[in-house]
């Protein structure tokens, strides 16, 4: 009976783990697009701005 808990406990620990890898690669892919999208948003601001001077000048 030992035996049966232990592997059990164990087979529940690594699921653990494999569910905490999932979710911290999914985090960081998730903040690494938030990141391009907030650079691509700054490029655009960037280049309307510089096409407002090039009409002015």
């Known amino acids: 009976m030992a035996g049966n808990g232990t592997a059990h406990a164990r087979r529940e620990q690594v699921k ?3 569910r905490r890898t999932v ?3 999914v985090g960081k892919e998730r903040t690494t697009a ?3 999208t907030e650079d691509d948003a700054r490029q655009t601001e960037r ?3 510089k096409a407002k001077d090039v009409c002015r000048h």
């Open 34 to 36: 938030e990141g391009r």
């Open 16 to 18: 653990g783990e494999a």
């Open 47 to 49: 280049a309307e701005e």
């Open 23 to 25: 979710r911290r690669a």
